[in-house]
């Protein structure tokens, strides 16, 4: 028999026993008299399991076993360049070209050519990589820097402009190939800073350098943010360049004088070589992530236009 008084429900049951039993279902505390609970509807966090947690801790040792293994390389790399590599075409290679370099040209027009190289090289779709490390080589990173910049400002400008006869074209071109372009249209997204952003972060991943010269001014990115933009992210790239070239010439005058490097300048040259290898490596994955990411909300802010 079942009764219902007042909010509380009480079930009889019958036995043989001549004694009433009662089963008392009361109402949970809070809740008003006769009132209906609801369902929840919020949804419970799901649990986490302990096979998730150890999935997670493998995959982070994993990735930091990576890590130690690359600077195990390098190092060991490193090394063997230095010790045997190194001196072999410092003697046949590098040391008959900087005693060409230097008994042809004067540090002026040594100056000249390496800002021509690198201000229209890339025009013409030819590496200027190499200029950058004569750069390094003869002047350090003060002037170095200085003519590296400087070119690059030119070198940038000249193909942005140039491009802009050709916009018909390029716009086709970039159509034929909406997945390769649509990192490229980034830069001309959103105000000044988004566009100054976006061109550093592709100055920075691996993005053909050249290419994008030309396909800038068909992305309707602004100038002005397109050449800051390249500017600040072409300063790794330039600093690694420079840092190349020193340490050739270090290593080409140990060569050229007979005598070897000082295990404190091993050490330093060694261990600049690797950390720069290192930087550029994580700040070119932390470049093209962040273009992932920028790529992905400009594709989210599409679907709900």
Not at 107 to 125: D, E, H, Q, T, Y
Request: proline fraction near 7%; charged fraction near 15%.
């Amino acid at each position: 028999m079942h009764d219902n008084n007042a909010g509380i429900s009480r079930l009889k049951v019958g036995f043989e026993d001549p004694k009433p039993d009662y089963v008392i279902m009361t109402t949970p505390e809070g809740l008003a008299d006769g009132a209906v609970m609801a369902p929840s509807t919020s949804p419970s966090p799901p649990p986490t399991s302990s096979s998730e947690n150890c999935t997670s801790f493998w995959w982070s040792l994993w990735w930091w076993g990576k890590i130690v293994f690359v600077f195990i390389f390098l190092a060991i790399f490193a090394i063997c360049f230095f010790v045997w590599i190194g001196p072999f075409l410092m003697d046949k290679e590098v040391i008959p070209v900087l005693n060409w370099e230097t008994n042809t040209f004067s540090k002026p027009m040594l100056a000249v050519m390496i800002f021509a190289s690198v201000a229209l090289f890339p025009s013409i779709f030819l590496p200027s990589t190499p200029s950058m490390w004569v750069a390094g080589m003869s002047f350090g990173y003060g002037l170095g820097f200085l003519l590296i910049i400087g070119g690059v400002t030119i070198g940038v400008s000249l193909p942005y402009f140039f491009g802009s006869l050709f916009y018909r074209k390029i716009q086709g071109w970039l159509e034929r190939y909406p997945k390769k372009a649509s990192i490229i249209r980034l830069a001309g997204e959103g105000d000044w800073y988004d566009q100054f952003r976006a061109v550093m972060l592709l100055r920075i991943s691996p993005f053909p350098y050249a290419v994008y010269n030309y396909c800038a001014v068909a992305t309707d990115v602004k100038f002005v943010p397109y050449l800051f933009g390249t500017l600040v992210g072409m300063v790794p790239e330039i600093l690694v360049a420079i840092y190349t070239g020193i340490m050739i010439r270090t290593l080409a005058d140990a060569s050229h004088d007979n005598r070897s490097l000082t295990t404190l300048q091993i050490v330093f040259t060694v261990g600049g070589f690797v950390l720069t290898i290192a930087t550029t490596v994580v700040v070119t994955v932390y470049a093209k992530k962040r273009l992932s990411e920028l790529q992905k909300d400009e594709e989210q802010l599409l679907l709900l236009q």
